[in-house]
Each structure stands twice: as C-alpha cells, then as structure tokens.
C-alpha cells in the first residue's frame, strides 16, 4: 500500500501542491477585483422597496427585522408591510415602493400551522383588495413548520434563486431556520445567507425575531446579529396601558429615523392605523429601565473594564453582581438587585460577558468580552 504522506511529500517537492493552489489564488484576486472600491467612482443610494413615514428604512440590497414579545401582534403588522408592498399604497404606516419588474414577494412563515399561515396569506390578500388572481401572481406563500431545519434553508435559498423578479423576502421565524438559538456558528451562517441574498439579488428581506423575556433584546446570538447587521429594526409590542393597541417604533435605524405608531385589530381582522396616537406618559420605575437605552455604550465599557481589571478576570455569580455594583456606582448609576438582574441578562445577551464552560452545570464563572460590538 502506498504511503499518503510520502505521495504528498514528493508532490510538494515538484510543485504540485503551489500548482494546484493557484485556482485558489485567481478566484480570491478576483474577488478582491470584484470587492474593491473606486473613490473616483461614485456609488448611488439603495434604490427604497418600502417607505415608514418619510424614512427609507428598508432599501434593496439590505435586510430588517421586526423584534417583540410573543402575541405583541408582529405577524399583524408584517401583513400590513406585505401588503403595502404589493399594491405600493400606504397601508399603516408603511408605503411600498416595488419597481414593476422587480415587484414579486416570497412569504415564508416557518412557525404556524397550514391552518394559521393561511389565515396570514387571507389577511394580506383582504388588506391588498386585489383578485386571487393577482395575489397568487406576485405573492407565493409557504408554510414551512413540517420540515427540517436544513430543508427550510434549502427550500428558500431554492425559491430565491429561481423566481423571477423577486423584490421582498418576508422571513416570518428565522428562529426555526436553527437547531440553536445561541449558537454563535449558526447564527453567522443565517446572517450571512441573509447578507448574501439580499446583495446578489438585490432584494429586501424582512425576517422576524422573538425578544427575550427578561429584556428589550431580540432573542439568542441570531437576534444579536440581526440587531448588528439590519438595516432597520423595528420593536412591535403591546402598548403598556391598553393591550388593544399595539405600536411600532424603530430600536435600529440607519437612515432618518420615523415617529413611532400604533395599530390596532378592528371588527374584521386586520390591522387598522390610529391616528394621532399618543402613549401615555409611564413613570420611571424599574419596569421602564432599560439598560440599552438608558446607559451610554462608553458608560459601559467603562465599568466593566473597572470590573473585569485584567483579560484574565473571571467572576461567579455573585462576584459578579458586587462589582458590577460598586463599578457602576462609580458611573453614578444606582443598581438594586432587580436592576443587576435585567444589567446581567443584558450583557449577556449583548455578548459583552459570557460563562465560561467549566463543565459545571450551575457556578461557571464569567469573563469580559473586550471586542464586543455594541
């Protein structure tokens, strides 16, 4: 039997190993010629798919997410965006913008029932006022809860490729296109098909996101992501004083930015605008703080490196409640044990701590995540 190792030792010493790497070499220079930038050459602005108010919140060539808490009404208001897309009319607050040869919408509901997804494709279908005829024209529709996780990527990356001028991809779950949400491999690998598919096809994605329990974060490393690399990010939820009311407001935005609103369900099912919507006023108490918002990224920084004095540093539970306690009183910020609770949970969420894997169950130990990207 031949030796592998010296087959490979004499190939290395003719060449054929530099030869056969070649390929490599000329498929990266041109795609590094393909990547590059040209200062003398002028790039315009993504062409808008949907308008939110006078934003251009959601372009082609980048994705957006909507995030809330279940039942807050988010599949509702991705109906309205659907259906102001198809018809590019203002439906809620959202005004579609769908050039005619790029106007076609795929809609993949991967969490409900057959059932309960076509109840959604009906209520989009009433909100439009157009024939079957033409709904079933520009919008295809699945409902893809019976299948795997590895078919649900396959079937809309199958589906993308091979309809024809695709403008919007509505993603209704991309929770269930992972086997774990906090998986951080997994959840660069969707946020890369997303980067992908919207980039080669030119076409805006919208996907949505459940938020954690504790917090005003979207779920997992996957919502982690999302928030880092969306174009927008809307929050959908409940309005805090009447759950007939639900409201939209923008967490991430990189354009101008729009006036929250607010819908609710009116006798025949469909999301319905209120006008002139103003919340009411909530008093500021620990229910309403929010360590996103109400603590700058610098505030932050600071008192963990004060916590975490060397990259070595590693904490316990409750090791890790005392200092961040007295590094964040050195901030001026207050923290009660409920505050430190939804502070941890934050961080983590966020990436800015991790446990260590210590092969404990309970008891592994925190460390600081100095790169984190905020």
Not at 32 to 61: H, R, W
Not at 314 to 337: F, K, P, Q, V
């Amino acid at each position: 039997m031949n030796n592998p190792l010296i087959s490979f030792n004499a190939e290395a010493e003719n060449g054929a190993i530099h030869q056969a790497a070649d390929p490599a070499k000329m498929r990266y220079e041109r795609m590094c010629n393909e990547a590059q930038l040209d200062i003398d050459k002028e790039v315009p602005p993504p062409p808008v798919a949907i308008y939110i108010g006078d934003s251009p919140a959601c372009t082609f060539g980048n994705f957006s997410a909507s995030i809330g808490k279940p039942k807050g009404k988010k599949t509702f208001n991705v109906s309205a965006m659907t259906a102001a897309a198809m018809t590019n009319s203002t439906i809620l607050n959202y005004r579609g913008n769908m050039p005619p040869n790029q106007n076609g919408i795929l809609y993949f509901d991967t969490e409900q029932s057959t059932y309960h997804a076509f109840r959604v494709f009906k209520r989009i279908a009433t909100l439009t006022r157009k024939s079957n005829q033409e709904i079933n024209e520009r919008i295809k529709y699945f409902a893809l809860r019976k299948y795997s996780v590895e078919d649900r990527i396959g079937m809309i990356d199958h589906k993308i490729r091979n309809t024809p001028a695709v403008g919007l991809v509505i993603i209704d779950g991309i929770r269930d296109l992972m086997l774990d949400i906090n998986s951080p491999r997994e959840a660069t690998l969707i946020v890369n098909y997303l980067m992908n598919w919207t980039e080669e096809f030119n076409l805006h994605l919208h996907t949505v996101i459940h938020q954690n329990k504790g917090d005003e974060n979207a779920r997992g490393h996957i919502g982690t992501e999302i928030n880092n690399k969306s174009e927008t990010v809307l929050r959908v939820e409940k309005d805090k004083n009447d759950d007939a009311i639900s409201t939209v407001e923008a967490v991430y935005i990189r354009d101008i930015s729009f006036p929250p609103f607010a819908f609710r369900i009116n006798d025949e099912a469909l999301p319905e605008l209120i006008k002139d919507y103003v919340p009411t006023p909530e008093a500021k108490g620990n229910e309403a703080w929010d360590p996103y918002q109400d603590i700058s990224e610098d505030t932050h920084r600071s008192a963990l490196d004060s916590a975490f004095p060397t990259p070595e540093t590693l904490l316990r539970h409750g090791e890790l409640m005392d200092a961040l306690r007295d590094a964040y009183a050195d901030e001026d910020i207050e923290l009660s044990d409920y505050k430190l609770k939804i502070l941890i949970t934050f961080l983590k969420n966020k990436r800015m701590i991790e446990q260590v894997d210590k092969g404990k169950k309970k008891g592994n130990p925190y460390r600081y995540l100095q790169d984190f990207y905020y």
